[in-house]
């Protein structure tokens, strides 16, 4: 008998089995669309934040919130709360024009990742009686809640 060196072919087929087996493992550990899910949540939080913090830095300003902010007390989808993503005029939604004049507090109006209205952001504002501002993400997904109020 001669002494021979290698791998047999069961070796081989067993090894690539293990190794199909692991990488069938990791790709549903980190299922994507859950993972491409919390990515845009992540970016709808930090839009919320940035709309009500240019709000308030307009507020340090002039001493008043945008009138043209609507009085509710829950902020929810409906068109007379969505922010216009032009911050110009447009009809039936919430105009940040004073926010976004000539980039002083905002450059632009951050849109919802996976798209908008026509002429919306995806986003939605309101105040309530005593100005107190809530900006909301409605469109979240994987049941996300996103709100602040200040």
């Known amino acids: 008998m001669k002494n021979q ?18 990488a069938g493992i990791v790709i549903l550990a980190l299922n994507p669309s859950k993972q491409l899910a919390e ?10 934040n940035t709309i009500l913090n240019s709000i308030y830095q307009y507020n340090i300003d ?20 969505e ?10 939604l919430v105009s940040l024009y004073d926010v976004t004049l000539n980039e002083l507090y905002l450059t632009e109006i951050p849109i919802d990742p996976t798209g908008s209205s026509t002429n919306g952001t995806g986003y939605y504002i309101t105040k309530s009686s ?13 049941s996300a809640e996103i709100q602040v109020k200040r």
């Open 62 to 81: 002039n001493e008043s919130i945008p009138t043209a902010i609507p009085i509710a007390t829950t902020c929810q989808a409906t068109s007379t709360y």
């Open 5 to 22: 060196k290698g791998f047999t072919l069961l070796e081989i087929l067993l090894v690539v089995a293990a190794l199909a087996i692991l």
């Open 83 to 92: 922010i216009c993503k032009t911050g110009g005029v447009c009809s039936g």
């Open 39 to 48: 990515t845009r949540n992540a970016q709808r939080r930090v839009d919320v």
């Open 130 to 142: 005593n100005d107190r501002v809530t900006v909301c993400a409605p469109n979240a997904e994987r």
